[in-house]
């Protein structure tokens, strides 16, 4: 990635980031009972779990004399 921006001394600039989204699904019974063919089914549970991460570069330029 490459950008150029022009910035006075201490403003900020915020670079658009990175969105990462992951899903899983977990399955959780009770024993013996979740094996039964058809009454089984009402001794399970399936659980979703959405997430979304979103990385966000922020920068502040400072001059410096040497």
């Known amino acids: ?9 201490g403003d900020v600039i915020v670079i658009g980031g990175l969105i990462q989204q992951k899903e899983s699904l977990t399955d959780d019974q009770i024993p013996f009972l979740g094996n039964i063919p058809l009454l089984g ?9 959405d997430r979304k991460v979103e990385l966000v570069i922020v920068l502040q330029p ?5």
Do not use: D, G, P
Request: aromatic share 8%; no cysteine; proline share 0%.
């Open 1 to 9: 990635m490459s950008t150029t921006v022009k910035v006075r001394h």
């Open 41 to 49: 089914y009402l001794f399970k549970s399936r659980n979703k779990l």
């Open 62 to 66: 400072a001059l410096v004399n040497m």
